[in-house]
């Protein structure tokens, strides 16, 4: 059974920079499934950060993290990455790390395409 483990969360001041790792265990992620960030603060829906596959390392942002958040993947540890730099009091919440079961489709940030889930890692963002 695949497992997703984040870890790198925490509390920052406005501003201030964070780096999110995924472990995965009990399975590959093969270079054509799609790996993802999706975060979820209170009272308000899970929303996709990032996205990422390794076929060209093509890569998906949010509007919200164009700029600030950079995905890569290390494919050969089968780890995930998340970059945030210049964060802002509305990037708190729990980031999650998903991966994608279908090979070969390109990787938007609609929750429906992730089948593996992690159990999240809090971020917190003070003014």
């Known amino acids: 059974q695949l497992q997703l483990v984040e870890s790198g969360g925490g509390s920052v001041q406005a501003g201030g920079s964070l780096r999110l790792s995924c472990d995965v265990s009990?399975?590959?992620?093969?270079?054509?499934?799609?790996m993802a960030w999706f975060r979820q603060a209170p009272g308000k829906e899970r929303e996709g950060v990032a996205a990422?596959?390794?076929?060209?390392?093509?890569?998906n942002y949010a509007d919200s993290a164009k700029g600030r958040f950079t995905i890569s993947r290390h494919s050969a540890q089968n780890t995930l990455f998340l970059q945030m730099n210049g964060l802002k009091p509305e990037d708190s919440a729990i980031y999650y790390c998903?991966?994608?079961?279908?090979?070969?489709?390109?990787?938007?940030?609609?929750?429906?395409?992730?089948?593996?889930w992690g159990q999240g890692t809090q971020v917190t963002v003070s003014s």
């Open positions: 009990g399975g590959y992620i093969y270079s054509k499934q799609c």
């Open positions: 998903a991966a994608s079961q279908v090979q070969g489709s390109p990787c938007s940030l609609a929750l429906s395409q992730y089948t593996y």
């Open positions: 990422i596959w390794s076929v060209g390392y093509g890569t």
